[in-house]
């Protein structure tokens, strides 16, 4: 039998149990061993799931934050209702979405925030790696906005030219950062999560003043990669694409 046959085999067993036990998807298996291995999530927490369509993840937040917790989901698509959660439809890129966020805390304060967030793949791998990186740089800097000091970030990342900038970025804003790739994940994949603790009181020399999206932008840089800078209506959003040094 071929390798292939054995990882399609191996997630084909993590889906059949995901849906035997009521899940909406084989990732909340990797939400579940992530929470085995970390504790990141604590019984009556308040956790934010960003990019939690369909609801998979959402279903173990709800479990692991018990009755007293309070779950929030977001994601560009509508997710059916999960009991004990609360959806909003939205780009967590956007301040609508953070303030909407903010008005259904109802004074509460979030303990964590974890994403598998993903953007659209196109199949270039270089080019969904360079997406993803970005997205999750912008995750961290919206997670930042809610999260106090101790409190703690997970998020999907894919492994390529650039991670280390994010990696570093999280480092400056956690006291304990780790990567795991939970074994329901594909033996395949290059996803691999990115488990931040302990936020810090206050973020590491390195980093203050710059959004993570800078700092990763800079370690691009750095590494030869030019960053495009686009100016819409007086507004600078920061962006990053790859580009030919004579482009
Ligand atoms: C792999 S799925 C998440 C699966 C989920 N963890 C589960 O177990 O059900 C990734 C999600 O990220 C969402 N997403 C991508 N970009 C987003 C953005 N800018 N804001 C919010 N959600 C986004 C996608 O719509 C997609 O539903």
């Not at 036990?21 to 291995?37: N, V």
């Not at 997670?143 to 101790?150: E, K, Q, S, T, Y």
């Amino acid at each position: 039998m071929s390798k292939r046959w054995y990882q399609d085999n191996r997630r084909d067993a993590w889906r059949r149990i995901a849906r035997s036990k009521g899940y909406r998807t084989r990732s909340a298996y990797k939400l579940k061993q992530i929470q085995d291995r970390f504790g990141v999530i604590r019984a009556g927490d308040c956790v934010l799931d960003v990019g939690c369509h369909p609801g998979g993840w959402l279903q173990v937040a709800v479990e692991e934050s018990g009755d007293e917790g309070l779950v929030i989901g977001v994601d560009l698509l509508a997710t059916s209702p999960v009991e004990g959660a609360m959806v909003i439809i939205g780009d967590i890129t956007d301040d609508s979405s953070i303030e909407r966020i903010n008005a259904t805390l109802g004074g509460r304060e979030i303990n964590v925030v974890v994403s598998d967030i993903s953007p659209n793949l196109t199949g270039r791998y270089d080019t969904d790696q360079t997406i993803s990186l970005e997205l999750s740089t912008l995750v961290l800097d919206a997670a930042m906005r809610f999260i106090p000091a101790g409190g703690s970030f997970v998020t999907k990342i894919f492994q390529g030219t650039g991670i280390e900038g994010l990696v570093n970025a999280a480092k400056d804003r956690f006291s304990n950062v780790q990567r795991f790739s939970p074994t329901a994940s594909r033996n395949s994949s290059s996803e691999t999560y990115l488990v931040c603790q302990k936020r810090l009181s206050r973020v590491r020399p390195a980093a203050r003043g710059k959004s993570a999206l800078e700092q990763v932008n800079e370690h691009l840089s750095g590494l030869g990669i030019l960053v495009e800078e686009v100016d819409e209506d007086e507004e600078t959003i920061v962006g990053f694409r790859r580009l030919n040094k004579d482009e």
